[in-house]
Every structure is written in C-alpha cells, then in structure tokens.
C-alpha cells in the first residue's frame, strides 16, 4: 500500500511564508515526477509546481518567483516553500507522486492540507 501525506497547511497573513511537505510511504520502488495542486473554492484544481526526479522544475504562472518545490529523493518527500503568499492563494493543497508501486507505475495523491490567507 502507497500513502501520501501532506503537513504544513494553516492561517497566514498576506506576506507571509508556509512550508509544506509530503511524505510518500509503502511499497514504493521508484518516485517519477511530484507535484503539487491547489483547488480553491469554486474553481478548477491547478498545478501549483512540479518536480522530476532529476531536479528540473516548472511552475504555475501565479506563484512563478514566489513558490519553491525541492524533493528528497532518499526520504520519499517533496516540500512546497510559498513566499510572498496572497489571498488567491487561499486553497486546499495536493500533493501528487508519479511512482512505480505495487500495482505496477500509478499516480497518487495526498489527502490535502487547507491553506488560508488571510489578515
């Protein structure tokens, strides 16, 4: 069994900075691409960034130069530094793993942590 789990959401006042991680856990043999979405209310879920397993990133147009995605291939985890936050980016947040597991090479997904900005 895989399991992702996702910490660091919560409350924020416009400006300031969460951290949050993902830790991938189970019968895992390799960790292709990770990735992190948000889903605000009323709108479409989007990629927030994304990670490979070589390093190379990419990022949504909105938190491009405020977002920062790093991955500890040893540890199974992937971590989400928001700088600068605002309230657009008031959402619940997924953590997403590309990976070769049990059943063969699946996607799976976090149960989501909530993060608000708000003063």
């Known amino acids: 069994q895989v399991r992702l789990v996702e910490s660091g959401g919560g409350l924020v006042q416009p400006g300031g900075s969460l951290r949050l991680s993902c830790a991938a856990s189970?019968?895992?043999?390799?960790?292709?691409?990770m990735e992190w979405y948000r889903r605000a209310p009323g709108k479409q879920r989007e990629l927030v960034a994304g990670i490979a397993s070589g390093g190379s990133t990419n990022y949504g147009d909105s938190v491009q130069g405020r977002f920062t995605i790093s991955r500890d291939n040893a540890k199974n985890t992937v971590n989400l530094q928001m700088n600068s936050l605002e309230p657009e980016d008031t959402a619940v947040y997924y953590c997403n793993a590309d990976l070769l597991g049990p059943y063969g090479r699946q996607k799976y997904w976090g149960q989501g942590t909530q993060v608000t900005v708000s003063s």
């Open positions: 189970g019968s895992i043999f390799t960790i292709y691409a």
